[in-house]
């Protein structure tokens, strides 16, 4: 991931300063570590990101946001990394994390029809959810390890890609001064 690129799609700190329904949070969610970004802070956002994206909680924003603070990790990535699942891809996604659950827990899949009701909850979801809460974490750790080694390993390339064009630079300007 480019540096650049990055910088240029988050917040600064001046500008969520401005958010006045923040300042409750007080001055820790300003932390310069929090938003400063290098090859660990941006790979680890990408792991807590797409991990808690993965996780059938309420709140996955203020999970994420505290996952960041335990691992000093880009906090404005890993809370943006968390939208993967919104309310178009949710039902996909989570139906693939069914799937892979009861792939390992060796259960046959079931059609599963989504209501948001009490009667869903409490009989369709209490016969999948071993599979379908496996399935979350597994997902989660395979995308969030993904996410990490990713960002990681093109970070470093880019930076050896960086490096190289540097040292023949360097190499032609010294070639081409009349010493």
């Known amino acids: 991931m480019p540096k650049k690129t990055l910088k240029s799609i988050m917040p600064s700190v001046a500008r969520i300063r401005e958010i006045k329904s923040l300042r409750f949070l007080g001055d820790w969610i300003y932390e310069t570590n929090l938003w400063h970004i290098n090859r660990y802070s941006a790979s680890m956002a990408f792991f807590v990101g797409l ?32 939208w993967v699942t919104n309310p178009l891809t949710m039902p996909a996604l989570f139906f693939m994390a069914y799937e892979v659950g009861a792939l390992i827990v060796d259960v046959p899949v079931t059609e599963v029809k989504f209501a ?34 990713v960002v990681s390993l093109s ?11 540097r040292q023949r630079r360097r190499a032609n300007k010294r070639a081409s001064d009349p010493g």
């Not at 996780?55 to 990394?81: D, E, T």
């Open 51 to 82: 991990f808690i994206a993965f996780m059938p909680i309420p709140g996955q924003m203020v999970v994420a946001a505290l996952f960041a603070l335990l691992l000093r990790c880009n906090l404005p990535l890993s809370i943006c990394l968390v």
């Open 116 to 149: 948001l009701s009490f009667h869903w909850l409490t009989h369709t979801l209490i016969s999948i959810w071993q599979p379908f809460l496996l399935g979350c974490l597994l997902c989660g750790l395979f995308f969030g390890c993904l996410g990490y080694f």
């Open 155 to 165: 970070w470093r390339w880019r930076v050896a890609v960086h490096w190289k064009e």
